[in-house]
């Protein structure tokens, strides 16, 4: 009996190799460098036991055990957050340096930095959970949002990587991110700036693109989208990206569900609420409800039929 | 050389136990009784494989191994459960009690009677499952079904934390439900009552608010809202919950994608068919099919620009 | 004290039992062959570390190990892949055969033609890639899209399903399909037949019926359907399938976010655009820009209420 | 380049499977039962925690947590000995039957007897924790003894292998007392017989013979050996065994380091004492104490050299 | 069918609960300490990492990661090794205060002072690394003896516990020296006193008493006793401790295999030699070399038999 | 409060840091090649798989699965075993060549021999499968000698250790022989030449040096030693090694219990048998039985103290 695989195995192997010297675009070989999707998603992992003390990795706090056990975080994700940011740092410098050098030194200060943010980030977060408790009647408490809440996680994740991109390692922000976009659903480029006390309700569908402006208090519902108006192309095809190309939000505004909103110069002034469905490519005045005529509905009875 | 995170170790973790000291809302630190929501999902797994048996847990079923195996599973349900409604019951009732008294009889108790209700849950599931095979000409079998259709994992996971709900668990119901929400993209409230032999297609984007009803033989596909019409707010801002604000579906009504359907005064009675993309915030005869105006298309040739 | 749980533990199980024996659709007792979602889940894991050397699975890749690298996760895949192959056409197969005869040389041959399609496969997702970059301006660099995207991965995964439907393995091709819906967030049947250089921004929501056709150069965005246009049922209920029940897309089409198209015999001709929200039911002549008009905005200051 | 593995990959093969062919002793292909001896190892962990609960399993054990906690264990157990003994008694029988049956009943009745006699055993165990204790003058309280002693880990998985053996499991028997032995150093057959409250000091280099009986009280040091004094041989060379080969202890016996006593018909009477590094092949009366003429010693100085 | 297992549970359940209730010895039930052997064997294999770096713990050190390394390897330790100090402090003295008290800031005492006293052990242990490299015609490098010697793992674990147990926590240094005894084959209680420069060839069968002392430069080979003379008891039968029992080694002896030195006034004075199987109670001047008459042999030839 | 730890991490930090650099013997620092303990245990893990297929690795083989199930060992196998040596052979010729210089291709090529020794190897150990049946009355079967006796695994590791020091890989071989070692209790050189049909019973405290000859049909007992006589020091008071320094054994020699054998010109010739305990320093002629003059016993009643 011959078993194919084992008779093939050499001419499957070298049509492998064959197709990775063909392409450089899906493979990574020879490089010195490489950060791992999956040491920054436990990166994620720990930051949320630094963010939410208690709620999350299994150990009962007390006051006693408390220091050491932040300790024994940050150093954690210290040393995963260095490794990993030298990593992305260096293979992103990787064209002006051939295969790429270390950027150690830089990875050290911009943890270090990145660390010291996270009261600040707690600050914020403990005004969306109160936003998240304000705006869902069916919330019972805070242990409710916290636990279960993926609107919250999208939020918690998308603060954590802005930081990551402001401080120079848009890599790591984007695989933050889109491991985000995979457990909820909402699609929140880093790059996005959202205020304080932001609460998405449902979230599954939610988009908002990389250069959207969202003040303080507003609350989203599911599948709303922060988009762009239109795609320019360069010559050789490729979209042109760079300006402002989402809208802005100011405060106090609420977007119900599915409403589509485009274009980099498109401001929803303070206060407004925008109904469900909407499609808004203009500009929307303070304290504005807007509504859209409804498509009007056709009752046929089936029994009539 | 210095290393910056070592030098800053302490004044790192001085400023987050001063962020920790700062807010109540985003820890929970001194407190005996903390639920675990990866344990939680780790009795969806393991309640999976008793409601599928076969199908799910790695092992061959055969006559004799299959009351020792159904036995092992009870028990390891049994005391996981009771552990974490403890928790959760505790935590919940942590205000009257100060930090928190054990409510172990309690969860004994609702473990056994949930326990008691898998072969009606099951009974609700086959129905599901036939629903998914008459509704989607796809499905090429129930294995197909079983093994692969988020509808059916989003429904099984409804169905139990609708359950833990009714029998006083709100808090690991809603983490149950939010956890079939990151897998599915179906956020289904397990405050919602739903019939059966229901079938969701697609899913991604489902929302089905926590006062819904829904009757027997409904179908909906992807996208569709069950929703709130309008949110009050009570005198400190908090959105008011707690009385029908989500509308009732009755028996064999079948729900296009993105259709949205808002109000808990708003019934969709017996017979009805809603068409993708409408939006309806009234109530439907009995056997109406209701449709929307389509929006006008304005088609225009590029090349003639 | 009696715990309740051990004196109902024969009472329970014995309901439990009575659940499995009255109901043939959500158990599979008894049988030989049975397949492993996670094994599945596990080629999927593997077959990526093939298709993305040196991105995925966290070995640094040189000229010198890479053949054995290579090799080794062939063998691996192949035996799993064999294995669970077996295990699918042996359940699939079991009405004529009773309870399943194994097929264990025709997965062999299935799985040696699979392996060998491979290069192809990865010929394909280099383009896809190109498409990303081209057409994503918030997108850096090629890492940032083979680490990041979903649509990438749900586009890769489709790709790895397709082949294997073709070869014969419907259950698996499904199962690894909903893997992906669930990981991303979009629903794309391995029976649907798409071009080179495919891409989908956002992703979320976007539904790719069985039987649709898309050519090359095509892009889509988040919530966007292929559907059918209607279901219609045979005498006892279960609606029909087995005929071309979504659109077909030309070269070099653009949907925006949202578009619903539906219909086996629509066709949206070379180069045309569709807007966001649109929903069409006829086919389009090449070239067009369609548009639809939007629903009248109404502008109320709140102010004034 | 070549990689001479994947050159060599077919051939090496061929040549592993045809050294399968040529030799029975060495491998178990084609069998549908096998026993597995990591299986067996959990069995034992798992056992070791019912017998001293408390000290293994991580779990901070109450009155009210203990009753569903012993029941967990005790199922668990239950199923891994009954798939295990199935395994052990099918590939035992096998000669009688081709390949082997199914001996499940079998299996279940002896795990439902082994798991009767747990009680009796703990009854063991707690006599020899008191001998441990009273014996070992730097014993500082029984947590240090079962803990710690490696003489109390071998004695345990002993009594419980003694019990298996008697039950007619053999094989299983067998894998227990020599997956000790790895542990702890000292080989003790589970054929022998050992009274009440026994406890062997340092344990490493025992070995107790399949045919030695030990009394009450009996304290043994380090490598003290219970064997047989000749090895006759069969026809074909085999050595014969099937009668009584090593000692008999009667009760209140000590045994002291690296003394070694062989012959089925010597038999240390009660209350004896024998010396270390004695070497005795012939009987000894009651309340007798054994030393030997030590060999004399010849002290040289090295200065003088 | 009947299951014989399920029929018994509750029966089996009943009589190992009520087994438990007969002994204390074998429980530990109700408690709020308990140390846990494996977390204790974890802080010894970290432990090793900071004493070997390189050598053990996958990574590949750099004078840049190395101070991050450290400092985690440390805090991990450190939060690790103060749980378990505590678990020990308090369960050993839950006689004074009942079920036991929190001795948490003894514990981290303990460990902040232990911790400081790794460099010296380093100092040690390079010593005993130079003795076994000068000491083994065998050794080719000390890559080998770091790697693969138990002899120097015995000793690292004694002067690992031999800290603790100076430090005040007895019960984890023995359940260290136990756990180096079962891997080893060695058993060095972490009361006895070892001076630099130590070396065990073999080590199988060592035991080394509680209260031995041994000087600098010393070997051993596998089987060396250093034990107690004589064992009295007190009036109710236990052995009694408390005192000098194990003999005195000074500096420079050399002990071959299987020696056995008894009793605690016996000293082995500086530079002495003492020969394979010797048996030894009473004192050796300096520089002595003490070899013992062979018992004589008797060849005789089988053929004439 | 003040954390003892976390004021002095810095400080103990540096002391630890401060001590790498005083001692180059105990610390891999800024080394690029270095083994891993836990991989080449995994590699003997592996081996054993393909050495006994059936017996370990959890799959029941049938002639189908056979052939699939050796390459996928074989390919691991070599693997990681290209990767170990080449970390062996670079840590150990980092002398000449600085750091340490990639030995792929020699790894490669010592890899591809060791696998095509395989066959062989199985031939010999099943000779010693045999040799322990028929030497062993307490063996029921060949079952019970593969799956439990620990002299077994002894050999087999030393046999695969023994090809790999022929090879060229003298520190891999080291690491394995003392896994064994640690494992069994048996401590064999892989230096040593043993012949077929080799058996150890109750193996603990074997030792077997490295220049040890061993010929076909030896049987040895647990403690038997093959030493050196005695240890000549070169001027620097390092033992001199290199020359033979240990016994050799002819055919169809039996080694009873705790017998020591020394000195490299020291012959067991042909068909000899050395009595338990016996101590052996001069060649003994063939077919001899030695039995050495026990010490006279002293029998004393304690009732007439």
Do not use: W
Not at 24 to 49: C, D, N, W, Y
Not at 147 to 173: D, Q
């Amino acid at each position: 009996m011959n078993n194919p695989l084992s008779d093939n195995l050499e001419k499957l192997t070298d049509a492998v190799l064959e197709s990775y010297r063909q392409d450089e675009r899906t493979q990574r070989i020879g490089l010195t460098f490489l950060p791992s999707r999956s040491k920054i998603v436990e990166i994620i992992r720990l930051t949320r036991q630094v963010l939410f003390p208690g709620y999350y990795g299994h150990k009962i706090l007390t006051d006693e055990n408390l220091r050491l056990h932040v300790e024994n975080l940050l150093v954690q994700i210290g040393s995963a957050l260095t490794d990993q940011i030298n990593q992305c740092l260096s293979i992103e410098h990787r064209d002006e340096t051939s295969d790429g050098e270390s950027h150690l030194k830089e990875a050290e200060s911009i943890t270090n930095e990145f660390l010291s943010r996270i009261p600040n980030i707690r600050r914020m977060l403990a005004l969306d959970v109160q936003a998240a408790y304000d705006g869902d009647p069916a919330a019972k408490n805070f242990d409710e949002i916290v636990y279960c809440y993926p609107g919250l996680y999208a939020v918690t994740v998308y603060r954590v990587a802005h930081e990551l991109l402001h401080l120079g390692v848009p890599l790591m922000s984007r695989i933050m991110s889109e491991h985000a976009h995979s457990i909820t659903g909402a699609d929140i480029h880093p790059g996005a700036t959202i205020g304080e006390s932001f609460f998405i309700d449902h979230v599954t569908g939610v988009v908002i693109g990389e250069t959207a402006i969202i003040g303080n208090n507003v609350k989203f519902y599911q599948g709303v989208t922060l988009g762009a108006k239109s795609f320019k192309k360069d010559e050789r095809g490729r979209v042109i990206g760079g300006f402002k190309r989402h809208p802005t939000l100011e405060d106090n505004v609420t977007i119900y569900a599915h409403a589509t909103i485009l274009g980099g110069q498109t401001v929803i002034a303070n206060g407004s609420t925008i109904a469900a469905n909407a499609y808004i490519t203009e500009s929307v005045a303070a304290d504005s409800l807007v509504t859209h005529e409804k498509p009007k509905l056709h009752v046929k009875s089936k029994k009539r039929d």
